[in-house]
């Protein structure tokens, strides 16, 4: 299985492995990809996220408001080509973005699947969440639904990101194996500064209070040059997000297919229930 877990334990969670690694103040975390610009600068995504949901948290925030802003500046870089705008396009060059959100203390969930044209899909699944009694919309009526809340359809490949598709177009063969652990040749040659496992990055943040109340957050924007309408786990509650405010929470990146076919977030939340 070729993904990785982001994980926090609720304070009174009964599992000593899990109870050990969540102290009893305000913290978030979150996976963190490694982004390297073309002049050499190396930062990691997920530290400014969790910088951004701790401070909030402090200043009193709810946790879902803060995960959800956490991830909001990861959505808004271009620079970070797997989540949001500037995410590398499916096979046609479109880029669909997945979110989900889960808020431990109401028990409440909301997710978007291939939505395009709307850089902060976070923000959408947690409308979906509030506004309506669905967890997930997909494609066509996610945007539509996000129109009718006053989001602004935007382009969201930006222009390395398609330099890149353009160079994948170039090298790809009739059959694509988006599974394999490499890149073609030109294409490597082309970004030498690429770590093929941004291909499968994505997001995930996770919240705990003072109080012990707990709220999650997964975005992305999913494999890239998927087929067109390809779901993976990070819009799928239990796959790529899990939150029981009782127990922890748990998050996922890598290969969506692995993790959809083990309910992975929710396997590890139940584990440390033990």
Not at 124 to 129: D, K, N
Not at 176 to 185: A, S
Not at 263 to 270: C, I, K, L, R, S
């Amino acid at each position: 299985m070729v993904s990785g877990f982001t994980f926090l334990a609720a304070h009174r969670v009964r599992s000593s492995f899990a109870q050990a690694r969540t102290p009893n103040r305000p913290l978030a975390i979150a996976s963190a990809n490694r982004i390297t610009l073309p002049d050499g600068t190396v930062y990691y995504n997920g530290i400014r996220a969790t910088e951004r949901a701790f401070q909030l948290m402090r200043a009193g925030s709810d946790p879902l408001d803060a995960v959800i802003a956490g991830v909001n500046i990861v959505e808004d870089d271009p620079n970070d080509m797997s989540v949001g705008y500037g995410g590398l396009p499916n096979e046609e060059g479109e880029v669909e973005l997945d979110a989900s959100v889960m808020h431990g203390p109401t028990g409440r969930c909301g997710a978007v699947a291939a939505l395009r044209y709307i850089k902060n899909p976070s923000k959408v699944a947690r409308l979906v969440m509030e506004e309506t009694d669905h967890v997930l919309l997909v494609g066509e009526g996610a945007l539509r639904f996000a129109l009718s809340f006053g989001f602004k359809k935007e382009e969201l490949l930006t222009e390395r990101a398609r330099q890149v598709w353009l160079q994948w177009r170039r090298e790809r063969s009739e059959r694509d194996h988006w599974m394999q652990n490499k890149l073609p040749g030109a294409l490597r040659s082309a970004l030498p500064d690429w770590d093929w496992r941004q291909f499968t990055g994505t997001i995930n943040c996770l919240a705990i209070t003072e109080a012990g109340d707990i709220a999650g957050v997964t975005t992305t924007s999913g494999l890239a040059f998927k087929v067109p309408g390809r779901v993976g786990d990070s819009p799928i509650i239990g796959c790529g997000l899990y939150v029981d405010n009782e127990v922890g929470a748990a998050g996922s990146t890598g290969w969506g297919e692995d993790n959809i076919r083990v309910v992975g977030a929710h396997t590890v939340v139940e584990n440390m229930r033990r």
